[in-house]
């Protein structure tokens, strides 16, 4: 959606919540907050991704995927540098090697504090033979655990990722915390996910007004997005 239709519909959205907001919104403020709330929606979807095929469509086209970087090996992982936009988790794709036949491992994505409990579970742990393996993100890196018998490793892997979104901005006099003057930059979501990122972020904003209101904003956010 075009940036600047965005400032008028969350200016016209933020009046009708808040009638002592000033109709004089700021750029930066308005960019800060509808950045703010497309971390929040896209939070918020990627907890129903699984269940909701609509958002498995609306979330689409932030899937990239990409052969990361081997960082370090070990004898029970390996870890990988994740992409600079990184964002979620969607996919890993592992071809692992059996004394010369290269088969694809199934992978579950873990907490990292639970590495330990599948290491030692006969039915959890990495095991090529039943094609399967876990890993875990930690210290921004993706590690994957490998199994150890002689002659077995990790041949490729390709990670599925939904990237970070654009973040918006409007050209103003204002100069950006990088030192960039501002300039046009729209909100890349279709218009009806556009439309309830923009209401989000006009509660941001109306929560920012006072105490009173934040508390009745983060109600809101919570009873709406739960």
């Known amino acids: 959606m075009n940036i600047k239709q965005c400032y008028l519909y969350l200016t016209d959205k933020l009046n009708k919540l808040s009638t002592n907001f000033n109709q004089n919104l700021a750029y930066h403020v308005a960019v800060r907050a509808i950045n703010e709330a497309q971390y929040y929606w896209l939070d918020e979807r990627l907890k129903l991704e699984e269940m ?60 990292n504090a639970n590495v330990s409990v599948y290491l030692h579970d006969e039915m959890t742990r990495p095991d090529y033979a039943w094609e399967q393996t876990f890993s875990t993100f930690r210290n921004n890196k993706l590690a994957v655990y ?70 009745q904003y983060n109600q809101s956010l919570s009873q709406e997005y739960k």
């Open 146 to 215: 490998k199994d150890t018998t002689p002659g077995y490793d990790i041949s490729k892997i390709v990670f599925h990722y939904y990237r970070r979104p654009v973040l918006v901005d409007m050209a103003s006099s204002h100069v950006n915390v990088d030192g960039v003057l501002s300039t046009d930059i729209d909100l890349e979501f279709s218009e009806s996910a556009s439309y309830e990122i923009l209401d989000i972020a006009a509660k941001i904003l109306a929560g920012n007004i006072n105490d009173r209101g934040r508390f």
């Open 52 to 111: 909701n095929k609509t958002v498995q469509r609306e979330l689409q086209f932030l899937i990239e995927k990409e052969e990361p970087l081997l960082f370090e090996s070990t004898t029970n992982y390996n870890e990988y540098h994740l992409p600079d936009n990184y964002y979620h988790p969607s996919l890993l794709e592992i071809e692992a090697n059996l004394d010369g036949c290269l088969v694809g491992i199934e992978n579950d994505f873990i907490e």
